[in-house]
């Protein structure tokens, strides 16, 4: 009797294409890509969304997006309804992919009644992306991160 070697990769088969389709959907209706809240926020006028830098002041004086509103994650109960307007929808951000600060502050958030999203990356991707940040002694911006984003081009064809 011979068994043929199952590739790890598929091991559990892959969902149906409709199954795939709901899966995907539901966590773009989740999170947002750090290039497109650049592009929102670059657009000019009102994007549409509130980004909230869930992150502690020491944070926040450290590095922020631009235009951010600072509202650390413990403080959203106290804080939120003097903040935000609950029609408005949120986008949150902390650290990066490491920390799961940004998806306590959308909990809190959602629970609160707001509509809300995750920046997906955090501000360390804000940052290895290349975009402009803000610190306590004013703006910066380092050099793109070729492991992030494209290199000589704003566009990455995602």
Same mark, same amino acid.
């Given at each position: 009797m011979t068994t043929t070697a199952v590739n790890p990769v =598929?091991? *559990? $088969?892959?969902a149906s294409p409709a199954e795939a389709a709901a899966h995907f959907r539901a966590g773009l209706a989740f999170h947002a890509d750090v290039a497109d809240v650049a592009a929102a926020l670059a657009a000019g006028g009102d994007p549409g969304f509130v980004l909230v830098d869930s992150r502690s002041a020491e944070a926040w004086d450290q590095g922020r997006v631009p235009g951010a509103l600072h509202l650390p994650t413990a403080l959203v109960p106290e804080r939120a309804a003097r903040l935000l307007d609950p029609s408005v929808p949120v986008v949150t951000y902390c650290w990066g992919p490491g920390c799961d600060g940004a998806a306590r502050s959308a909990l809190a958030l959602a629970? =609160?009644?707001?509509? *809300?999203?995750?920046? %997906? !990356?955090?501000? @360390?991707?804000? *940052?290895? @992306? !290349? =975009?402009?940040?803000?610190?306590?002694?004013?703006?910066e911006r380092h050099a793109p991160d070729? %492991?992030? $984003?494209? $290199? !000589?081009?704003?566009?990455c064809g995602c």
């Open positions: =598929l091991r *559990v $088969a892959p629970e =609160l009644g707001y509509r *809300v999203m995750e920046m %997906l !990356g955090g501000f @360390e991707y804000w *940052v290895r @992306e !290349g =975009l402009e940040f803000e610190t306590r002694h004013g703006r070729p %492991l992030t $984003a494209p $290199a !000589g081009t704003d566009d």
